[in-house]
Structures are given as structure tokens and as C-alpha cells.
């Protein structure tokens, strides 16, 4: 398992599986409130932690027999793949991402209701808490579990948080401008696609590996 392989697979999965998605309108939402270096700070550092975690979630699954985790690793990438090009399909017109922004904003109101006095201290813990709650049991989370579990852990780490800071970066500077020009419709499938292709291209493996 090369470095490279999993940098790659990681890169490319999480920064077009996360535009769009609920932690990119969160840390627009903060952007918009708050210093935009800090708001990217406690994001970014919410999804490396998140990442890793993930990573040694998938690392754990590797003491289990080979063919297992390969064949678990290939049911959820296909799995998540139909299931995003099952709800594309369902989706009328472009699609819209009101709904994803509406929940980021839900949370974020929430958290700031009663904060008169905000700190650097606190908008980190903010973008911190927000952006981790959110992601926590999001597809991305077990998208890097099976990558984890096929790949070198280290390139997977390093290859899902550049994606996240990508995301998170656009989302800082520009996220308003972009999320209007975003199709809620293009992104799911493309992201149903994406899973598919990478639980194809792990059955390879496996049955090369049998």
C-alpha cells in the first residue's frame, strides 16, 4: 500500500464529497459572524481530528481477516454510491442546497444564542464543536474508515485533511458565491459516482488478491 495511492484517493473523495456539504455551510455561516482565519483554524482542526480518528477506526478493522474488511470496504463505497445516485435521481431540477445551509444555520444559531462577548478562544471552540458534531457520523467519516482500512493510513490522513481544508478554505473566503453556483443534483451524483468507482476499483483488488 503505497503513501500516494491513499493521499490521492483521500484528496479527491473528501473535496468533492464535502462542497456542499452541511460543515462547508457552517463554516460559511461563521465566516460571515467571526474572523475568517479563526473560523478556519477550528474548522480545520475539527476535521483533522476527525480524520484521524477515522483513519485509526479503519486501522482497528485491518486485525480482522483480509478478505473481510476488503469486502466490507467494497459494500460501502457501493453502497453509498447507489444510495447518492438513488436520492440524485429523486431530486427535481438542479437541486437545491437550502436545506443543508437551513441545518447549518439551525446549529449555528443555536450555539450562539447567548454569547454576548465573543473571544478568539470562543470562536474556535465554536468552529471546533460545530464542525466535529457535524461530521460525526457523516459518509466522508466512513468513506475515510474504508479508506483507511485499504490504504496506507498515513496518506489517507494527509490526503482527507487537504481536502477538508480545500473545502473549508472556499467555504471561509467565498462560500456564498460558490454555494449559489453549486447544483445540489451534479454534486450527488458525481460524489454517487465517485463511490462507485472506488468500490469497483477495491472488488479489483480483492479478487486479485484471492
Given amino acids: ?101 437551513a441545518d447549518a444555520l439551525e446549529a449555528v444559531e443555536e450555539r450562539e444564542s447567548g454569547v454576548v462577548r465573543w473571544t478568539v478562544g470562543k470562536v474556535l471552540i465554536e468552529a471546533f464543536a460545530l464542525t466535529f458534531v457535524a461530521e460525526w457520523g457523516d459518509r466522508t467519516q466512513f468513506a475515510t474508515i474504508a479508506l483507511a482500512a485499504a490504504n496506507h493510513p498515513v496518506g489517507v490522513v494527509l490526503g482527507a485533511t487537504l481536502g477538508h481544508a480545500v473545502c473549508a478554505a472556499i467555504a471561509v473566503a467565498c462560500g456564498k458565491l460558490i454555494a449559489g453556483r453549486i447544483s445540489e443534483r451534479w454534486l450527488t451524483t458525481i460524489g454517487g459516482l465517485l463511490f462507485i468507482i472506488f468500490g469497483l476499483v477495491a472488488a479489483l483488488e480483492m479478487g486479485g488478491s484471492a
Avoid: C, N
Fill in 1 to 101: 500500500m503505497h503513501p500516494l495511492t491513499g493521499f490521492t484517493a483521500g484528496l479527491i473523495l473528501i473535496t468533492l464529497s464535502e462542497l456542499g456539504d452541511k460543515t462547508f455551510f457552517i463554516a460559511m455561516i461563521l465566516a460571515t459572524r467571526h474572523p475568517r482565519r479563526w473560523v478556519f483554524v477550528g474548522v480545520t482542526a475539527a476535521l483533522f481530528v476527525m480524520t484521524v480518528l477515522s483513519v485509526l477506526i479503519g486501522q482497528v478493522a485491518t486485525v480482522l481477516p483480509q478478505r473481510y474488511v476488503q469486502g466490507l470496504t467494497v459494500a460501502l463505497f457501493l453502497g453509498f454510491g447507489l444510495k447518492l445516485l438513488y436520492d440524485a435521481m429523486r431530486m427535481g431540477g438542479s437541486g437545491s442546497l437550502a436545506d443543508e445551509e
